[in-house]
């Protein structure tokens, strides 16, 4: 998680011709498309694991009477991201997420001019994981997608407060040397579980902007037909998801970026030196 230039393979490139001078440009934006494609596949992996948990238990409960259960769903969530940190973590820094990308671009961790790049990989790689599981299962829990349970304000401030823990673990684990890397995946896979055993029932647990677009975009097709659950109960899947949409494509934001400042204040992170793949 703490260094992408760990398990990379050595390349090598073809000497430049007499007086021209060698150019870095391929080889960095052929990094950066490696570390975006990771990024898609961490994030494909937690919305298609994420919220196909959701739909399982909704199909299971129909058939069965049973399903996965909130917690069952809340441990899955928290599995997928540990799993897909080991994986990645060494090539992209498993961010998964647009505000833990914003966070680490507002904390100096991460280049300004490569998050456009993180946060396009990240939502086509949700809305594609939304895609396949309504083409495997319909539209069954409404494919995961969030929507606020009580009043507005305090879906913002849930969501906003619980990213906030979420960025200040992960910039614990990721930036500050004087962490621990080894356990980096229990760290914030734990802190999503807790985050969505508490927030689940309030706000749908996003914390993640991607998360939440991915869904709301795949069903945005559907025909008039009402949600499953949440309070509003009127209106088209697409129309409640969209309308709400702006809380969860803020509130993380404005959590991971106070997360992040926070923890870089707190432990005086600048004095460390920066992993490699943020330099």
């Keep these: 998680m703490d260094s ?20 870095n440009a391929a080889p960095l934006r052929n990094g950066l498309i490696r570390r975006a494609c990771a990024e898609a596949v961490g994030t494909f992996a937690l919305v298609f694991a994420g919220c196909g948990a ?6 299971l409960g129909e058939l069965r009477g049973a399903g996965i259960t909130h917690v069952g769903v809340s441990l899955v969530f928290g599995l997928v991201i540990a799993v897909m940190v080991y ?6 820094g498993a961010h998964f997420n647009p505000a833990v990308t ?20 990240q939502v086509v790689a949700a809305l594609c994981a939304a895609s396949l599981l309504r083409f495997a299962f ?13 009043e507005l ?32 995946g229990v760290a914030i896979g734990g802190t999503v579980m ?7 029932p309030v706000t749908g647990g996003s914390l993640n902007p991607a998360r939440s677009l991915g869904p709301a975009l795949a069903i945005a ?12 109960a009127s209106g088209t899947v697409a129309s409640i998801a969209l309308n709400s949409l702006w809380l969860y494509l803020t509130a993380p934001v404005v959590g991971a970026v106070v997360g992040a400042l926070a923890y870089r204040v707190i432990s005086e992170v600048d004095r460390v030196k920066p992993p490699s793949w943020t330099a």
């Design 4 to 23: 992408g230039a760990a398990g990379e393979p050595l390349e090598t490139t073809p000497s430049p011709p007499n007086n021209v001078p060698p150019s």
């Design 54 to 59: 959701i739909v399982v238990d909704a199909r």
């Design 87 to 92: 994986a990645t973590g060494h090539i992209s």
């Design 102 to 121: 914003i966070g680490f671009a507002a904390m100096k961790r991460f280049k300004l001019r490569e998050v456009p790049v993180y946060i396009v990989a």
């Design 138 to 150: 319909g539209t069954t829990a409404n494919l995961g997608a969030t929507a606020p349970q009580t």
């Design 153 to 184: 304000a305090v879906c913002f401030l849930v969501e906003a407060v619980l990213t906030f823990f979420l960025m200040f673990v992960i910039a614990a684990v990721a930036t500050d040397a004087r962490a621990s890397s080894d356990l980096a």
């Design 194 to 200: 807790l985050a969505a055993l508490f927030g689940g």
């Design 221 to 232: 097709a559907m025909p008039s037909e009402t949600m499953v659950s949440g309070t509003m």
